[in-house]
Each structure stands twice: as structure tokens, then as C-alpha cells.
């Protein structure tokens, strides 16, 4: 009898614990921004990442609009909307470093305030 009582309160415990970290974890992703995959996202990646690969290599942009079509490209990337083989032509296009900017610091372009 007393190992059975031993294993009961043991069991109990198990289960006190396991819900414990159960509720922890929700906790903790309820607290996480999700990134949510609409069809006007899709469609706007799309027309994004298509205007950026045809973009020539040697083509002069505004640093402006490199800089609009980094973050774009860097936002769609993040939603899995971007192949491999897209963004290695990016990369190695005229946003290509404009892109690596963005990724490495994304307040890289924020406006220092004194």
C-alpha cells in the first residue's frame, strides 16, 4: 500500500508539472507577433519580388527605392514566399546589398534623433 500511495502522489506531480509548462509555453507564444499569409500578401509578394528580378544588375535605382525593395523583398522572404533560387538572384542584383543591409540591422535606415 505504501509503495502504491508513492506512486500515485508521484503521478501527480507528473501531471501538476506537465500542465504547469503547458500553460507556460501559451503564455509565452500568446506573446509572440504571427506572421498571418493573406491572398493580398501573396499577390502583392509577387508582383514585389517579380519587379525585382527584373531589375538589371547594372540599372540605376534611387537608393530610396533599393532600399523599398529590400525591405519588401526581406518581409516577403519571411513569409516563405520567396524560393531559394529568387532570392540568389536578388542577392546578386542591384539590391543584393541593400537587402544584406536590412537583414544584418533592421534599423540600419532609421533616422538618428539628437
Excluded at 18 to 44: F, M, N, Q
Aim: include cysteine; aromatic fraction near 8%.
Amino acid at each position: 500500500m505504501d509503495g502504491w500511495l508513492k506512486t500515485l502522489v508521484a503521478g501527480a506531480c507528473v501531471v501538476v508539472i506537465a500542465g504547469g509548462g503547458w500553460y507556460a509555453r501559451g503564455v509565452y507564444e500568446d506573446g509572440k507577433p504571427k506572421l498571418v499569409v493573406t491572398p493580398r500578401v501573396i499577390a502583392k509578394c509577387e508582383k514585389q519580388i517579380a519587379d525585382v528580378i527584373l531589375l538589371m544588375p547594372d540599372q540605376q535605382i534611387s537608393e530610396m527605392a533599393a532600399r523599398t525593395y529590400a525591405i519588401q523583398t526581406h518581409d516577403c522572404n519571411r513569409y516563405g514566399l520567396v524560393s531559394d533560387t529568387q532570392i540568389a538572384s536578388i542577392r546578386r542584383g542591384a539590391i543584393g546589398p541593400f537587402l544584406a543591409q536590412y537583414e544584418a540591422d533592421q534599423n540600419v535606415w532609421m533616422k538618428q534623433t539628437n
